[in-house]
């Protein structure tokens, strides 16, 4: 793992380090911010809101200013930044760009064919590769083909040293030292989507919530998360159409106290009307998210024998 540089902190007792390293620019591949002593059992990660662009990389794209909004989660990570900022909860965002790597995809999930090359191996068991949104996207409904012509796989590698290794190695320690302190962490890795289409003139959902049909986090957390959105008045969803990826496969462990939930947020939700920029939701969503990680955040804190301090349990009220 490249090493964690830059630490920082703030008024508020907040460290931040940047790690890793997107070929191509002089910034980190990602920042973690969380509390000297931590305040809950939560780390929030937010993999596709990275918006780092090397100057190559839009040179190398048919259609850049569509196809980069297309494949952000656009602007989850500052609903992330307001939610671990209202509650404590440790934060790991993502500056490179989910164009240039998937950080929920497996390090071997490779369209060989975009590189010119044939497998090493066989294909991994997910396939999304093959769809166009495997590790390197390729392609976007109704689009086509993002690049203009072929990467190398010396590209790729690098894209893989210097920015999904770092990460999956500093979102792995930051979950066992939260485990360690807690006896049990969640990981929240918080997406966004398109608005779901209506079926059958149905209302469709505003939240998805995934935990690999079970497999990933305590039910127990995930019936608390569909009762706080039922109380709240919002239509939640499960597992269908995202039941979560890499991140959750690669992370959770709940046996041994490591439970993954992925959040999908419709971004209609938080957005303006163009789905570009904050909208009027988005302070309500951000006090939505917020409520949910101090209830799930506490539960946490239970499985693992430990209480909440008092600060702590006055601010969840």
């Known amino acids: 793992m490249d090493e964690i540089r830059a630490d920082m902190g703030d008024s508020q007792g907040v460290t931040r380090r940047d790690g890793g390293a997107i070929p191509g620019h002089d910034g980190p591949a990602f920042t973690i911010s969380a509390p000297a002593v931590s305040r809950l059992p939560v ?19 048919r259609h850049p200013n569509i196809s980069t909004l297309r494949l952000e989660d656009r602007l989850v990570d500052r609903l992330a930044e307001v939610v671990a900022r209202e509650t404590g ?44 949104l495997g590790l390197v996207p390729r392609r976007l ?14 590209e790729v590698e690098a894209r893989i040293e ?9 979102l ?6 939260e485990r360690e302190r807690w006896g049990a962490v969640l990981l929240i890795d918080l997406h966004s989507m398109p608005p779901l289409p209506r079926i059958m003139g149905q209302e469709s959902a505003t939240i998805v919530v995934g935990d690999r049909f079970g497999a990933s986090c305590h039910g127990a957390l995930v019936a608390r998360a569909f009762s706080h959105f039922a109380g709240a008045g919002m239509l939640a969803a499960h597992n269908r159409p995202y039941a979560g990826g890499f991140a959750l496969d690669h992370h ?5 106290g490591v439970h993954a939930m992925q959040l999908e947020v419709d971004r209609a939700a938080y957005l303006d009307s163009q789905l570009i920029e904050t909208g009027d939701g988005f302070d309500a969503m951000a006090r939505l998210l917020s409520s949910l990680v101090f209830a799930l955040g506490a539960q946490v804190a239970a499985m693992g024998g430990q209480r909440p301090g008092e600060a702590w349990s006055e601010a969840a009220e």
Do not use: F, K
């Open 43 to 61: 780390v929030i990660a937010a993999p596709h809101g990275g918006r780092c662009y090397p100057s190559d990389l839009l040179a190398r794209m």
């Open 89 to 132: 909860a440790a934060l790991m965002t993502a500056h490179a760009p989910r164009a240039m790597l998937d950080l929920n995809r497996a390090d071997d999930d490779v369209d060989w064919d975009m590189l010119g090359l044939v497998a090493p191996g066989p294909a991994p068991a997910n396939g999304r590769a093959r769809s166009g």
């Open 141 to 154: 409904p109704g689009m086509g083909e993002i690049w203009r012509g072929r990467l190398s796989w010396a």
């Open 162 to 170: 210097g920015i999904h290794r770092p990460y999956h190695t500093a």
């Open 172 to 177: 792995a320690d930051l979950l066992a030292q």
């Open 252 to 256: 959770a462990a709940p046996r041994r």
